[in-house]
């Protein structure tokens, strides 16, 4: 049996659904939106060259999930990211970069700013010292317990008991900067700290919880079983049942007192509105904040003021929806802006440049591509995405997105119609047995032949595909009447005006089936035209005894007619019936031929007043017959025989 892969790579501007798709192609459309899975929509928003991806939290299927590489270290692309987290029941549909990272090559590319999930700490990180940076104030986004997303400031705190005194820890797993101390757990990156000897690091083992899993909420206490001083090697391995503390300048001071067999607790925490959330992702400046724009950064900062990519998450006022976002070109200012337009009620910014990155599952895909312009050119590789999944199950096929060889057939033609893709009620790709699929047509179009289309009459309509008696696609057909002429479509130049001429026998084709539009058009073709749009009666004619048109030539009749009619002139006893006619004779014949008449305006620059067509020129521009191009009329210029019957059916209609 034939099967049809029901998910692809393709360009969606070519398909044609009963559902709705992604509109990217459209320039006259501004934004464009389209579901991508149950209660997440995509849209594009041309205009401020924005990428949207609503998610709402109330739908059952939806959730959203941080996404860091393992190792912490071990950068990956957005991409790369969200293909590794979707699997059967998880679809990754839609994902922005998210915390700021180290850059330096002489450090480890670890987050800047928190990062937890269901309490675990991922990340600790540091607040900028300046507001000219982004991460100035301890701000995070959270989905919390309740399922409701929530932008806001944080307390968060990790500290050190020895007896009866405690320190505090300044962050975890990351390197030290002066007068700090560092914890290290197992989950740090590497097996050592990577730490200098110009400080001291106190080795605990046996800790009485799980190390490398440490969380919020959670207290590790384990016996002191080496203290390394100042001057000494430092960079110690880190005990898996157990942690390190490193401390240098005061916090050396505060912790020197600790010996060898201490029984040392480490504990963090973090406020109440915090704590249980099942995700915690830290980043900066805030945004937006009830409603309003509200910057946590200096407005004088070249980052603030900086026009380059960026990436946002946002959250409604009910903490339903999330808004999450990339924009090609914004300054912080604008980014703020643009996140209070679309609905936000608080918004943080995420790292943005390079690293901006914006990920949505196309219609009939199982896998998320980059859907946003990437300012490098390629997608840079980061610590951390947020991520929108849908867990909902892949059901029975519900839409199917149609492909087609034309937009439009003519009568007698036949049209394959082909499958795409098909999806379930969810949006995910469903595999389709094209022999379980059966077709229909409005019936006066036509009729299907299996998938093929057969035209039959002109006229609108839609091609349907069924399953199990339910439709579930559809395309739009128009069929056009048999074309006159084997090359002349609706493409040509004047070809309403030829399909007109020719169904009322005054114009003709040549015998292969050609009209030959662009042909230039000769003196005894004009009078074969002129004869039969005025029905002239051709016999017993006189003859006008021009030398070279014999009786016996194959347009005598009408030229002799028109001559009579004195609708065309030779030049003295010659007609000249195979030159080309030109732009001015024509206009003097069909001045003749229709009697008109009309102002005379000069309003060619190319037709001097005492030019011998002048007169005929200006009455058929008064009529709107010719027009002309650029303010010229081209008299010399020999009419192609589109041209004359596009002129011929204007004057016929005046």
Same mark, same amino acid.
């Given at each position: 049996?034939?099967?049809?892969?029901?998910?692809?790579?393709?360009?969606?501007?070519?398909?044609?659904?009963?559902?709705?798709?992604?509109?990217?192609?459209?320039?006259?459309?501004?934004?464009?939106?389209?579901?991508?899975?149950?209660?997440?929509?995509?849209?594009?928003?041309?205009?401020?060259?924005?990428?949207?991806?609503?998610?709402?939290?109330?739908?059952?299927?939806?959730?959203?999930?941080?996404?860091?590489?393992?190792?912490?270290?071990?950068?990956?692309?957005?991409?790369?990211?969200?293909?590794?987290?979707?699997?059967?029941?998880?679809?990754?549909?839609?994902?922005?970069?998210?915390?700021?990272? =180290?850059?330096?090559?002489?450090?480890?590319?670890?987050?800047?700013?928190?990062?937890?999930?269901?309490?675990?700490?991922?990340?600790?990180?540091?607040?900028?010292?300046?507001? =000219?940076?982004?991460?100035?104030?301890?701000?995070?986004?959270?989905?919390?317990?309740?399922?409701?997303?929530?932008?806001?400031?944080?307390?968060?705190?990790?500290?050190?008991?020895?007896?009866?005194?405690?320190?505090?820890?300044?962050?975890?797993?990351?390197?030290?900067?002066?007068?700090?101390?560092?914890?290290?757990?197992?989950?740090?990156?590497?097996?050592?700290?990577?730490?200098?000897?110009?400080?001291?690091?106190?080795?605990?083992?046996?800790?009485?919880?799980?190390?490398?899993?440490?969380?919020?909420?959670?207290?590790?206490?384990?016996?002191?079983?080496?203290?390394?001083?100042?001057? =000494?090697?430092?960079?110690?391995?880190?005990?898996?049942?157990?942690?390190?503390?490193?401390?240098?300048?005061?916090?050396?001071?505060?912790?020197?007192?600790?010996?060898?067999?201490?029984?040392?607790?480490?504990?963090?925490?973090?406020?109440?509105?915090?704590?249980?959330?099942?995700?915690?992702?830290?980043?900066?400046?805030?945004?937006?904040?009830?409603?309003?724009?509200?910057?946590?950064?200096?407005?004088?900062?070249?980052?603030?003021?900086?026009?380059?990519?960026?990436?946002?998450?946002?959250?409604?006022?009910?903490?339903?929806?999330?808004?999450?976002?990339?924009? =090609?070109?914004?300054?912080?200012?604008?980014?703020?802006?643009?996140?209070?337009?679309?609905?936000?009620?608080?918004?943080?910014?995420?790292?943005?440049?390079?690293?901006?990155?914006?990920?949505?599952?196309?219609?009939?895909?199982?896998?998320?591509?980059?859907?946003?312009?990437?300012?490098?050119?390629?997608?840079?590789?980061?610590?951390?995405?947020?991520?929108?999944?849908?867990?909902?199950?892949?059901?029975?096929?519900?839409?199917?997105?149609?492909?087609?060889?034309?937009?439009?057939?003519?009568?007698?033609?036949?049209?394959?119609?082909?499958?795409?893709?098909?999806?379930?009620?969810?949006?995910?790709?469903?595999?389709?047995?094209?022999?379980?699929?059966?077709?229909?047509?409005?019936?006066?179009?036509?009729?299907?032949?299996?998938?093929?289309?057969?035209?039959?009459?002109?006229?609108?309509?839609?091609?349907?595909?069924?399953?199990?008696?339910?439709?579930?696609?559809?395309?739009?057909?128009?069929?056009?009447?048999?074309?006159?002429?084997?090359?002349?479509?609706?493409?040509?130049?004047?070809?309403?005006?030829?399909?007109?001429?020719?169904?009322?026998?005054?114009?003709?084709?040549?015998?292969?089936?050609?009209?030959?539009?662009?042909?230039?058009?000769?003196?005894?073709?004009?009078?074969?035209?002129?004869?039969?749009?005025?029905?002239?009666?051709?016999?017993?004619?006189?003859?006008?005894?021009?030398?070279?048109?014999?009786?016996?030539?194959?347009?005598?009749?009408?030229?002799?007619?028109?001559?009579?009619?004195?609708?065309?002139?030779?030049?003295?006893?010659?007609?000249?019936?195979?030159?080309?006619?030109?732009?001015?004779?024509?206009?003097?014949?069909?001045?003749?031929?229709?009697?008109?008449?009309?102002?005379?305006?000069?309003?060619?620059?190319?037709?001097?007043?005492?030019?011998?067509?002048?007169?005929?020129?200006?009455?058929?521009?008064?009529?709107?017959?010719?027009?002309?191009?650029?303010?010229?009329?081209?008299?010399?210029?020999?009419?192609?025989?589109?041209?004359?019957?596009?002129?011929?059916?204007?004057?016929?209609?005046?």
């Amino acid at each position: 049996m034939k099967k049809i892969k029901g998910w692809m790579s393709k360009g969606l501007a070519s398909v044609l659904s009963v559902s709705l798709l992604y509109s990217l192609s459209a320039e006259d459309v501004a934004a464009s939106s389209t579901p991508i899975g149950p209660g997440i929509t995509y849209e594009s928003d041309r205009g401020s060259g924005a990428n949207i991806l609503k998610v709402d939290l109330t739908n059952e299927h939806n959730k959203l999930a941080v996404s860091v590489p393992s190792p912490l270290t071990k950068l990956q692309t957005t991409s790369e990211q969200a293909r590794a987290a979707t699997r059967d029941g998880h679809a990754v549909v839609g994902a922005i970069n998210a915390s700021f990272f =180290d850059m330096d090559p002489n450090a480890k590319p670890l987050p800047f700013s928190i990062i937890a999930k269901d309490n675990e700490i991922i990340s600790y990180g540091r607040i900028s010292e300046s507001r =000219d940076h982004y991460r100035s104030e301890p701000i995070l986004f959270g989905q919390m317990a309740n399922g409701k997303a929530l932008i806001g400031h944080y307390d968060a705190s990790i500290s050190a008991a020895v007896g009866d005194k405690t320190v505090e820890i300044n962050t975890m797993n990351t390197g030290a900067r002066s007068d700090e101390a560092v914890l290290y757990t197992p989950s740090f990156p590497d097996s050592r700290t990577g730490t200098s000897r110009y400080g001291m690091e106190i080795i605990v083992e046996q800790a009485s919880g799980d190390a490398s899993r440490f969380s919020f909420g959670d207290e590790l206490s384990g016996t002191v079983t080496e203290i390394r001083g100042y001057n =000494d090697s430092g960079n110690s391995r880190i005990p898996e049942n157990g942690f390190v503390i490193f401390a240098n300048g005061d916090k050396f001071r505060q912790l020197q007192h600790v010996k060898e067999g201490d029984t040392i607790t480490v504990s963090a925490s973090i406020n109440n509105r915090w704590q249980d959330a099942a995700i915690l992702l830290g980043s900066g400046p805030q945004l937006v904040k009830d409603g309003e724009v509200n910057i946590t950064m200096n407005p004088n900062s070249w980052r603030y003021k900086s026009t380059t990519a960026r990436t946002a998450v946002g959250v409604d006022k009910t903490g339903d929806t999330v808004f999450m976002v990339t924009m =090609d070109k914004a300054n912080i200012r604008q980014l703020a802006e643009y996140m209070k337009k679309i609905g936000a009620d608080r918004a943080l910014n995420f790292d943005g440049g390079g690293s901006t990155t914006f990920v949505a599952r196309q219609h009939g895909d199982k896998y998320a591509t980059v859907m946003n312009r990437l300012s490098a050119g390629s997608e840079r590789r980061v610590s951390s995405t947020l991520q929108a999944i849908s867990i909902a199950p892949t059901s029975e096929l519900s839409r199917l997105v149609l492909s087609r060889e034309k937009q439009s057939v003519q009568e007698g033609e036949t049209m394959n119609v082909s499958i795409l893709y098909g999806m379930d009620e969810h949006y995910n790709p469903v595999n389709v047995n094209e022999e379980d699929i059966t077709w229909s047509v409005d019936e006066h179009l036509g009729e299907m032949r299996g998938s093929t289309f057969v035209a039959k009459k002109a006229g609108e309509g839609r091609i349907r595909a069924h399953y199990q008696g339910k439709q579930v696609g559809s395309a739009p057909i128009t069929v056009t009447k048999k074309a006159m002429f084997k090359d002349v479509n609706e493409n040509t130049f004047g070809s309403s005006e030829i399909e007109y001429l020719a169904e009322r026998n005054i114009i003709k084709g040549y015998p292969d089936g050609t009209y030959r539009p662009n042909q230039r058009l000769t003196r005894s073709q004009a009078a074969s035209m002129l004869a039969r749009a005025f029905e002239l009666e051709t016999e017993n004619r006189p003859n006008p005894r021009y030398r070279d048109v014999k009786e016996d030539f194959h347009a005598y009749p009408e030229i002799a007619a028109v001559t009579d009619e004195g609708m065309m002139r030779g030049n003295g006893t010659l007609f000249s019936p195979n030159d080309y006619l030109t732009r001015a004779q024509m206009a003097t014949i069909l001045v003749r031929a229709f009697d008109l008449e009309g102002e005379r305006k000069g309003v060619f620059n190319d037709v001097d007043s005492d030019y011998w067509a002048y007169d005929e020129i200006e009455i058929l521009a008064s009529h709107g017959i010719a027009r002309g191009s650029n303010g010229n009329f081209r008299p010399g210029e020999a009419v192609t025989r589109a041209q004359f019957a596009v002129f011929l059916k204007r004057a016929l209609s005046q």
